[in-house]
């Protein structure tokens, strides 16, 4: 059973870049998951997927996040991070990660692996 831990700051300012870290625990192994996805929900709105990092190493992005966003991974650490720069009151949101068969994950389905998400502010 993959176990998935979202970890950072909660309160970042504007204009700084915010930094949240994804613990995976229990291994992959006998699942189906090759990506791993940062996802979040605003206030009020539905869930945006962010970016993605797959099994080899390959990053996707959504284009219109693309120039402030990056994912990256240590193997070592069994972890994988999400960076995203320049931000406003606008990026306030509860962000996940999530272990999935797919890119681009944009709702619940069977077979992913939801970390249980950590609640980001921006705000001076």
């Known amino acids: 059973q993959v176990q998935l831990q979202e970890s950072g700051p909660g309160l970042v300012k504007p204009s700084q870049t915010l930094s949240l870290t994804c613990t995976v625990s229990?291994?992959?192994?006998?699942?189906?998951?090759?990506?791993w996805n940062w996802i979040r929900q605003p206030p009020g709105k539905g869930l945006e997927w962010l970016g993605a990092?797959?099994?080899?190493?390959?990053?996707y992005y959504s284009p219109p996040l693309k120039s402030r966003t990056s994912v990256s991974r240590d193997t070592s650490k069994n972890q994988f991070t999400l960076q995203l720069s320049s931000v406003t009151p606008e990026d306030t949101a509860v962000y996940y990660c999530?272990?999935?068969?797919?890119?681009?994950?944009?709702?619940?389905?069977?077979?992913?692996?939801w970390g249980q998400g950590t609640q980001v502010t921006v705000s001076s």
């Open positions: 990092i797959s099994y080899s190493g390959t990053t």
């Open positions: 229990g291994g992959s192994r006998g699942t189906s998951v090759n990506y």
């Open positions: 999530v272990a999935s068969t797919r890119v681009g994950v944009r709702t619940r389905e069977p077979g992913d692996y």
